[in-house]
């Protein structure tokens, strides 16, 4: 009799270990969905996996000419977009640029690139910085940083709310480069 207790108290051990595996294995499934909330033009509140029918009218390109059909934003990343624009002015031949690009693009953070080549884009370049010609000029928002300085840039990114690991849909294209006389300058 005592046996067979026993062979039970195993089989309740080896079901309530199965239970949990399989509750944390749906809960690492559930967690990697993401849930949207909005509410709609009659004020009707809707709960779904997909962003609402509105975030495409919400994306903002940084580049006139990207395709009508580029991918949206995540709702996350198209609100830090939309908050805090990042334009980065950079120069032919020049390493703190081809960091500073890289670090933006591995991060997943839209931005325009405005080139500095000629008289005119340096005085562009010293409009948006202040007077600065030091090279490259990050701007996130309101902010400047002059100089490539990895730990500033990811604290200026983490403080306008960009997401820390890249967000990008599969298929997103980064803007071509414009010079930066011929770019709308960014408002500070």
């Not at 670090?103 to 007077?131: I, K, Y």
């Amino acid at each position: 009799m005592k046996r067979a207790r026993n062979r039970h108290t195993g089989h309740w051990r080896l079901m309530a270990v199965v239970v949990g595996l399989a509750l944390l294995v749906i809960a690492d499934v559930a967690a990697a969905f993401q849930v949207y909330k909005w509410k709609d033009e009659h004020g009707v509140t809707h709960y779904g996996d997909a962003p609402p029918p509105r975030a495409k009218s919400e994306v903002l390109k940084t580049d006139a000419r990207r395709s009508v059909d580029a991918p949206a934003l995540p709702y996350e990343l198209a609100r830090a977009v939309q908050a805090a624009p990042v334009v980065l002015y950079t120069t032919a031949r020049c390493d703190g640029c081809d960091q500073g690009r890289s670090l933006l693009r591995a991060r997943g953070v839209p931005f325009a690139e405005r080139t500095v080549a000629t008289l005119e884009d340096q005085q562009q370049l010293r409009q948006a910085s202040g007077g600065k010609d030091e090279l490259p000029l990050l701007l996130v928002g309101s902010r400047g940083i002059a100089g490539f300085q990895a730990a500033a840039w990811q604290e200026a990114l983490n403080a306008a709310a960009y997401p820390q690991k890249t967000m990008l849909p599969a298929g997103y294209r980064f803007a071509a480069a414009l010079p930066a006389a011929g770019a709308t300058p960014p408002t500070r």
